[in-house]
């Protein structure tokens, strides 16, 4: 019996490597979902949070900002612009980052930014909140 084995990685390291159960993926058109023996696919994915299940049936948890999954014979490898998992999450630096976004948007007349960079700002900081917010104390974790 095949094992189903995960590779996350971004530009500037790895994140993940092992078998896991399952990954749910927050998918450009909607998350999905990829367990043993799925279909060959190569797909696209946005802001949002991954959840592995891991093979003792633990969630884990990561913040991402999009990237690329490619799944082929039981082997999945994302491709991730960025990714930080959960543990690693700092609320209050996260706090900051939103209202730092927040403050260049507000003030978007007044100073020269580059708006799209700082709605990006803004989703991330958003999305790794939600991430701490919904899951820290979750107790299956």
Do not use: C, W
């Not at 084995?5 to 092992?18: C, D, N, Y």
């Not at 020269?112 to 820290?136: F, H, S, W």
Request: proline residues 4%; hydrophobic residues 45%.
């Amino acid at each position: 019996m095949a094992d189903l084995f995960l590779e996350i990685v971004t530009p500037s390291k790895s994140s993940f490597s092992g078998n896991v159960i399952s990954i749910t993926i927050p998918g450009t058109i909607g998350s999905f979902q990829v367990l043993k023996n799925h279909a060959p696919i190569i797909s696209t994915f946005e802001i949002g949070v991954i959840k592995v299940e891991l093979l003792n049936k633990a969630p884990e948890y990561f913040a991402t900002s999009g990237g690329t999954v490619e799944v082929l014979n039981n082997k999945i490898r994302v491709l991730a612009d960025t990714v930080e998992p959960l543990a690693d999450i700092e609320l209050n630096r996260a706090k900051l980052s939103l209202d730092r976004a927040k403050h260049r948007l507000e003030n978007r007349n007044v100073e020269d930014i580059n708006i799209a960079r700082a709605e990006a700002a803004l989703a991330r900081a958003t999305n790794r909140i939600k991430l701490v917010e919904k899951y820290q104390n979750d107790s299956s974790l």
